[in-house]
């Protein structure tokens, strides 16, 4: 019975050990400036934190075998309630510790703000005056990822690359549900969202292909939706954008509409040029041109809703009332017509030949 007790504890060690031994432990080891001080913050409040815990346990031990029954010689003061010196080791000790908690906790927050533009490269590389950051759209869909280069004219499904310790730029969206991207060897996780845009500031400071992910449930193909970063030199920077651009035809708004419908396992593909205002059109959720964008939408609501005040295309206009005071009324410079779908107003649609008709 012990023998086979002994084997099977065994069995269970050695299981434990190869299934730790896959784990990837790129995020307390990454390669991307962000990502080191957002791991070395982990390291640092643990070891705050162990501070008490550590002393805790160990004391918890103690007493159960100091005052153990069995224990004749330790002191017996079944009177005994109160002690201001342990109540100011026990209550002042984690006070200090949440104090310095958080204070690194508010200093962090501030620093590595994602919206917050990049100060330095690396720990020992400051950040090289005059140079631009990389910018790249992202869009999360369903269930696969867009990035758009705006600057290299380029888009990639499935597949980014950025020049190693060049600082990045992402702006980020999503095409239906809130998503999360994630690239453990960059940075920390930022959500995306329809309708509204999020920034990221990373960069990265080793050269090599890393996993990135979608870190938030968003269906049925939300397993399979990774994409692999390429941290490059600036030379194969340059040769993977000129193999998109070779390789690849353009990204309009109807190829867009096509890809944003539900599909997994979605190969990486790659896009030579890119309808110009798509991203903005991405943002505004109005790709298709058949329904108002959200722009609009909120720039209606905020000049008091679907009434004459909140039409998109006024003006005041100042008028002469009956007992000669003068005063300002709003007044409608140009609707939507057969004659003049884009609602111009009516001094430059009668310069482009589309005046409305009365």
Not at 231 to 238: C, H, I, Q, T, V
Not at 333 to 338: E, V
Request: aromatic residues 8%.
């Amino acid at each position: 019975m012990y023998p086979n007790k002994s084997l099977r504890n065994s069995a269970l060690v050695l299981s434990a050990s190869f299934a730790l031994s896959g784990c990837d432990w790129i995020v307390m080891k990454p390669h991307g400036d962000i990502a080191q001080q957002q791991a070395q913050l982990i390291v640092t409040s643990t070891l705050l934190m162990l501070l008490i815990i550590v002393p805790v346990i160990a004391l918890t031990l103690l007493f159960a075998w100091r005052y153990r029954q069995s224990n004749a010689e330790a002191t017996y003061a079944p009177d005994w309630d109160h002690s201001t010196r342990l109540e100011l080791v026990i209550w002042g000790a984690p006070l200090l510790i949440i104090i310095a908690l958080g204070a690194i906790t508010w200093i962090s927050t501030h620093k590595l703000d994602p919206f917050r533009p990049l100060d330095r490269i690396a720990a020992d590389k400051p950040l090289i005056p005059g140079v631009r950051p990389l910018q790249v759209y992202a869009v999360s869909m369903d269930w696969k990822w867009l990035f758009i280069y705006p600057e290299q004219g380029i888009a990639t499904v499935n597949e980014m690359a950025a020049p190693v310790d060049r600082p990045i730029h992402f702006r980020l969206t999503s095409t239906s549900v809130m998503n999360t991207f994630y690239v453990p060897a960059l940075a920390g996780m930022i959500y995306t969202m329809p309708g509204m845009e999020t920034q990221l500031h990373a960069v990265i400071n080793k050269a090599g292909v890393y996993d990135g992910l979608s870190a938030h449930y968003s269906g049925a193909g939300f397993s399979d939706m990774r994409f692999k970063f390429h941290g490059l030199s600036n030379e194969d920077f340059a040769r993977w954008v000129e193999t998109s651009k070779a390789g690849g035809a353009t990204l309009t708004r109807a190829d867009y509409l096509q890809l944003e419908l539900p599909s997994a396992r979605e190969p990486v593909r790659r896009f030579a040029e890119v309808e110009p205002g798509l991203w903005g059109a991405i943002v505004d959720r109005c790709v298709d041109g058949n329904k108002m964008c959200v722009s609009q939408m909120m720039a209606i609501d905020a000049a008091g809703g679907a009434g004459k005040g909140g039409l998109a295309s006024t003006m005041k206009s100042p008028w002469q009332d009956a007992d000669g005071g003068k005063r300002e009324r709003i007044v409608v410079a140009a609707l939507c017509t057969p004659t003049n779908p884009q609602g111009l107003p009516i001094e430059i649609a009668a310069v482009n030949g589309v005046a409305p008709k009365n």
